[in-house]
């Protein structure tokens, strides 16, 4: 016996019939997307349950997967059974055909094989001290008093580690320009409104260079000259080394140098995808996340004692790895996650035939997205699911399908370990350097940057005196 779920419409009293019709449902349905995404899918549970299905009139449906059974057994579907890359279209503009996010099957299988060593191990020990030192240059200048607009300086932090961990710069005319240039590029789509050129292709036109879509395409022809021009030099470097040059242990070296089962590496085109890859996701993702963690920290008293207290602990000069071992720390960058994940959905798994899943039908060609936010707001699973609370994370162990901020299965984030450093040992520096508050303590709700959800861009943090 299967189970059913049901189709969300705008007015079951009104149903809407016909082409004009059903595009615009789609229309509007997608705007509402956009700009009020959380109450999108908080109304649609309310109504139809955390199984929902979108579309399906004249072509296969878009199911939001809120059941974490479901997910479960998604999950484990290999690319034989789905496919997930072909799906991520809305990102080609801005990662590029040889991203891994837009590969499938063996194409995916080799680059995540070449693309994972510098994200494990002693690599990522290494990037440790690194973020430290990073966030205290990023917050040298702060002074007692000072009201800060929270984003722009975790971002200049996130693309400041991202971009050395990367690229191994840590000076230079390339790096400065880098470094502009990217923050320039994710500021074209921070809003609500100029997040809809993603969204809809019949906007993505090229007005001139002070039209949204035409700047964006000339920052990024900018970004490309500056990729390749590092590419080509890195691997004139490593063909001929210097008498006096270390080894090199940035990603892009590490990247040149991998090979696959059959003795090749990455072309120049894969690299140069593969970086708009890892700079975007390492960066922008990152840097939403730290602001949400400066706002829980300081909106709950309680959490920033506790938090105060364990770092206490470690003494003055603590070792980066002892830092990101914190269990009090670990839980609230846990939280933070959960209550607002950065993707509120993870990848679209598009069905290559019919299939039953934890006792739901669905025909071939259904595209089903784990609903990250659904799952994350369950209280079944999270007991008061809007309220912020760490311990939770020490009173259960949660399964990857209950439990996904960075996706999960074969398509799970592969930066996901740096990330979670990054977050623990960036906050932990600034605890100990400052004693901060928000200058206005009031409930917030993310709103719509790019393809991610973020706190509001005005958000804002006061230092109230230097540690």
Same mark, same amino acid.
């Given at each position: 016996?299967?189970t059913?779920?049901?189709?969300?419409?705008?007015?079951?009293?009104?149903?809407?019939?016909?082409?004009? !019709?059903?595009?615009?449902?789609?229309?509007?349905?997608?705007?509402?997307?956009?700009?009020r995404?959380?109450?999108?899918?908080?109304? @649609?549970?309310?109504?139809?349950?955390?199984?929902?299905?979108?579309?399906?009139?004249? #072509?296969?449906?878009?199911?939001?997967?809120?059941?974490?059974?479901?997910?479960?057994?998604?999950?484990?579907?290999?690319?034989?059974?789905?496919?997930?890359?072909? @799906? @991520?279209?809305?990102? $080609?503009?801005?990662?590029?055909?040889?991203?891994?996010?837009?590969?499938?099957?063996?194409?995916?299988?080799?680059?995540?094989?070449?693309? +994972?060593?510098?994200?494990?191990?002693?690599?990522?020990?290494?990037?440790?001290? &690194?973020?430290?030192?990073?966030?205290?240059?990023?917050?040298?200048?702060?002074?007692?008093?000072?009201?800060?607009?929270?984003?722009?300086?975790?971002?200049?932090l996130?693309?400041?580690?991202?971009?050395? !961990?990367?690229?191994?710069?840590?000076?230079?005319?390339?790096?400065?320009?880098?470094?502009?240039? +990217?923050?320039?590029?994710l500021?074209?789509?921070?809003?609500?409104?100029?997040?809809?050129?993603?969204?809809f292709?019949?906007?993505?036109?090229?007005?001139?260079?002070? #039209?949204?879509?035409?700047?964006?395409?000339?920052?990024?022809?900018?970004?490309?000259? %500056?990729?390749?021009?590092?590419?080509?030099?890195?691997?004139?470097?490593?063909?001929?080394?210097?008498?006096?040059?270390?080894?090199?242990?940035?990603?892009? #070296?590490? %990247?040149?140098?991998? $090979?696959?089962? @059959?003795?090749?590496?990455?072309?120049?085109a894969?690299?140069?995808?593969?970086l708009?890859?890892?700079? &975007? !996701?390492?960066?922008?993702?990152?840097?939403?996340?730290?602001?949400?963690?400066?706002?829980?920290?300081?909106?709950?008293?309680?959490?920033?004692?506790k938090?105060?207290?364990?770092?206490?602990? %470690?003494? *003055?000069?603590p070792?980066?790895?002892?830092?990101?071992?914190?269990?009090?720390?670990? !839980?609230?960058?846990?939280?933070?996650?959960?209550?607002?994940?950065?993707?509120?959905?993870?990848?679209?798994?598009?069905?290559?035939s019919?299939?039953?899943?934890?006792?739901?039908?669905?025909?071939?060609?259904?595209?089903?997205?784990?609903?990250?936010?659904?799952?994350?707001?369950?209280?079944?699973?999270?007991?008061?699911?809007?309220?912020?609370?760490?311990?939770?994370?020490?009173?259960?162990?949660?399964?990857?399908?209950?439990?996904?901020?960075?996706?999960?299965g074969?398509?799970?984030?592969?930066?996901?370990?740096?990330?979670?450093? =990054?977050?623990k040992?960036?906050?932990?520096?600034?605890?100990?350097?400052? =004693?901060?508050?928000l200058? $206005? *303590?009031?409930?917030?709700?993310?709103t719509?940057?790019?393809?991610t959800?973020?706190?509001?861009? *005005?958000?804002?943090?006061?230092?109230? #005196?230097?540690?």
């Open positions: 016996m299967t059913q779920f049901v189709e969300a419409k705008p007015s079951e009293r009104q149903p809407l019939d016909g082409p004009k !019709a059903k595009g615009l449902r789609r229309t509007l349905r997608l705007l509402r997307l956009i700009l995404p959380t109450d999108y899918m908080e109304d @649609n549970v309310r109504r139809y349950g955390p199984m929902f299905q979108i579309g399906g009139d004249d #072509s296969p449906p878009l199911v939001y997967v809120g059941d974490p059974e479901v997910v479960r057994e998604i999950f484990l579907l290999d690319s034989s059974q789905v496919s997930t890359g072909q @799906n @991520n279209g809305i990102m $080609r503009a801005m990662v590029g055909d040889h991203s891994i996010l837009l590969l499938d099957g063996a194409s995916h299988q080799r680059q995540r094989k070449l693309l +994972m060593p510098p994200f494990h191990g002693d690599r990522l020990k290494a990037y440790g001290q &690194l973020i430290c030192d990073i966030t205290r240059q990023v917050s040298a200048s702060w002074q007692p008093g000072q009201t800060i607009i929270a984003r722009a300086p975790m971002q200049e996130t693309l400041g580690v991202i971009l050395q !961990a990367v690229f191994g710069l840590r000076e230079g005319a390339r790096l400065a320009e880098l470094q502009q240039l +990217m923050s320039t590029l500021d074209v789509f921070a809003y609500p409104i100029t997040a809809s050129f993603l969204f292709p019949g906007l993505q036109k090229d007005w001139g260079p002070w #039209s949204p879509w035409g700047r964006f395409l000339r920052l990024r022809e900018r970004l490309r000259q %500056l990729l390749y021009g590092e590419i080509r030099d890195r691997r004139q470097s490593l063909a001929q080394p210097h008498p006096d040059s270390t080894e090199r242990s940035d990603i892009l #070296s590490l %990247l040149l140098q991998a $090979r696959d089962e @059959n003795g090749e590496g990455m072309s120049d894969e690299l140069h995808d593969e708009v890859t890892l700079i &975007l !996701a390492g960066h922008e993702t990152t840097a939403s996340a730290m602001v949400w963690l400066l706002y829980w920290i300081h909106f709950l008293p309680e959490v920033e004692q938090l105060r207290l364990e770092l206490s602990d %470690l003494g *003055s000069d070792d980066p790895m002892a830092i990101a071992q914190l269990p009090y720390l670990s !839980a609230v960058c846990q939280e933070a996650l959960r209550i607002y994940p950065i993707t509120p959905t993870t990848f679209i798994r598009l069905l290559r019919p299939m039953t899943l934890a006792g739901y039908d669905f025909v071939a060609g259904t595209a089903l997205m784990p609903a990250t936010y659904i799952i994350h707001q369950r209280p079944d699973l999270y007991p008061e699911p809007k309220r912020f609370r760490p311990e939770r994370f020490w009173e259960r162990q949660y399964a990857p399908h209950e439990y996904l901020p960075f996706g999960g074969h398509r799970r984030c592969i930066g996901s370990a740096l990330a979670m450093m =990054e977050l040992l960036s906050i932990a520096t600034l605890q100990q350097r400052f =004693e901060l508050e200058p $206005r *303590s009031r409930p917030l709700k993310p719509r940057r790019g393809l959800l973020a706190p509001p861009a *005005s958000m804002k943090i006061r230092v109230k #005196s230097k540690r």
